[in-house]
């Protein structure tokens, strides 16, 4: 079964239009019934991935263009954000994935990639060969996990 995208968005590399990015990341997380604290959290991390992608992919940059995704599954949300800049460092990523404390209370500022997967319960970092990078983030969705041991119970 093929996954469509709910809503693809376009936008360029600036830090004034992250604002406009939280917001659609909060309107979308309460569509898709994500509780309160989670949606905040994804807000934060969300905006860091699209100001890591600024700062490091496009260096600073605020001409060049950031593409994001948004999905929901019967499990999950997923959020796809793409650039077209210089390739993240997968070994320098994964150090900093290493990093993650799922227990330490989330601050802004200078966080990036141990913030991301902080948040999300699935982060796939992929960068392109010679150019871009797809990070794709899920957030299981309230009950997922519960319907899915029922049903493996069911089957069992």
């Known amino acids: 079964m093929e996954h469509r995208d709910d809503i693809c968005v376009r936008l360029r590399s600036s830090p004034c239009l992250l604002k ?51 999905r929901k599954r019967d499990d999950c949300v997923e959020i796809v954000l793409r650039d077209h800049g210089a390739p993240a460092d997968l070994a320098r990523v994964e150090r900093k994935r290493s990093g993650v404390d799922r227990n330490e209370k989330l601050k802004p500022g200078g966080l990036g990639v141990a913030l991301i997967c902080r948040v999300f319960d699935e982060v796939d970092y992929r960068p392109g060969k010679n ?26």
């Open 20 to 70: 406009t990015v939280r917001e659609l990341v909060r309107q979308y997380m309460d569509v898709c019934g994500v509780s309160a604290e989670r949606r905040d959290e994804a807000v934060l991390a969300v905006d860091e991935a699209c100001a890591n992608a600024i700062r490091h992919s496009y260096g600073g940059c605020e001409t060049e263009v950031i593409e994001l995704a948004f």
């Open 131 to 156: 150019a871009g990078n797809r990070v794709t983030m899920r957030l299981r969705l309230p009950g997922a996990l519960e319907g899915q041991a029922a049903a493996r119970t069911e089957q069992g």
